[in-house]
Nanobody, 115 residues
């Protein structure tokens, strides 16, 4: 069964950094694009970053130049390095994969940025 487990969230001050990790299991990780989404209270879930199986990356405009998505196909882990954090980055961050027509989500990890 597909399992995605996020970690690395926490409380950080304005301008600080965090690195999120998503450990994947139950599928051939290296064959799939992986995504990070986030959702703040009362707001829609939004796509933050994507990395394809070839290593191509895409970012939401709001995080370009600040966040970096990467993957380790040996460890079956996708990362989100978040730099120069802002209060508006506060959200629950979710790891996601679309596999065989189904969406799979991690449990989420809370990121809180204080001003």
């Amino acid at each position: 069964q597909v399992l995605l487990v996020e970690s690395g969230g926490g409380l950080v001050q304005l301008g600080g950094s965090l690195r999120l990790s998503c450990a994947a299991s139950g599928f051939s990780f290296y064959l799939y694009a992986m995504d990070w989404y986030r959702q703040a209270p009362g707001k829609q879930r939004e796509l933050v970053a994507t990395i394809t199986w070839r290593g191509e990356t895409n970012y939401a405009d709001s995080v370009k130049g600040r966040f970096v998505i990467s993957r380790d196909n040996v460890k079956n882990t996708v990362y989100l390095q978040m730099n120069t954090l802002r209060p508006e980055d506060t959200a629950v961050y979710y790891c996601h994969v679309l596999r065989q027509g189904s969406d799979y989500w991690g449990q989420g990890t809370q990121v809180t940025v204080s001003s």
